[in-house]
């Protein structure tokens, strides 16, 4: 166990549709990041939390955004959604600048 | 923008080394890291490295860093079967990637055969 809790695991919608992937960092990290893993883009950087602020903004479509709530905990909310969102999303969190991310399991989103 | 490129798989057998290579692009990387992705489950960090080290070693790892070329590399010494999994390089620095954020290559298929 990572630390980092994501949930759910897995998750089947179909197009068009909304869904929020719920995230909780590790006990003391500050900063929040959540990345898209699929086949052929492999790991896309979505976007950035510290202490509830948005920092940085990565690869991230209009369709999606995010938010961290005052207890830490993130969510990422996907809309509209296309076959191609189709894709293992990822959390991350950390506390400084060098002891890299603790990612948790991620959520394997399949859009039908 | 920063990149970040690796070869896609390595296969090896039990008892030897592999060796992951990696390069990156942005001369102002910081820091550089492994990490590990078995089936499955997230990316585990292995070992990271700051650019004033040359090399960094960790029981079976050691990785090696060449600032003048922008490579870095991963030696798994005595590969066993259970290092079989997809490794990540990554790299991170004060303007790298949004503001520091990490910028992964798309990792190395590791395949030990027994």
């Known amino acids: 166990d990572s630390g980092v809790t994501q949930t759910p695991k897995h998750l089947i919608t179909a197009t068009g549709q909304r869904v929020t992937l719920r995230c909780s960092p590790r006990s003391g990290d500050l900063s929040v990041y959540w990345y898209q893993q699929s086949l052929d883009q492999g790991l896309q950087f979505l976007i950035q939390?510290?202490?509830?602020?948005?920092?940085a903004k990565g690869n991230i479509l209009e369709r999606f955004s995010a938010q961290q709530f005052p207890d830490l905990h993130s969510e990422l909310n996907l809309s509209s959604l296309e076959l191609g969102d189709s894709a293992l999303y990822f959390c991350?969190?950390?506390?400084?600048?060098?002891?890299?991310?603790?990612f948790g399991s991620g959520t394997r989103l399949t859009v039908v | 923008g920063e990149d970040v490129e690796q070869s896609l798989f390595l296969s090896v057998r039990e008892g030897d080394s592999s060796v992951i290579n990696c390069t990156y692009t942005?001369?102002?990387?910081?820091?550089l890291y492994w990490y590990k992705q078995e089936p499955g489950a997230g990316l585990q960090l292995l070992t990271y490295i700051f650019s004033n080290m040359d090399m960094k070693q960790d029981q079976r790892l050691t990785v090696l860093l060449n600032k003048k070329d922008k490579h870095l590399s991963l030696r798994i010494a005595d590969t066993q079967t259970g290092d079989s999994a997809i490794y990540f390089c990554?790299?991170?620095?004060?303007?790298?990637?949004?503001?520091?954020?990490?910028?992964f290559g798309k990792g190395t298929k590791l395949s030990v055969k027994p």
């Open positions: 990554a790299s991170r620095g004060p303007g790298g990637g949004s503001q520091g954020n990490l910028i």
């Open positions: 942005d001369s102002s990387s910081t820091y």
């Open positions: 939390y510290y202490n509830g602020e948005e920092r």
């Open positions: 991350a969190s950390s506390v400084d600048r060098a002891g890299g991310y603790t």
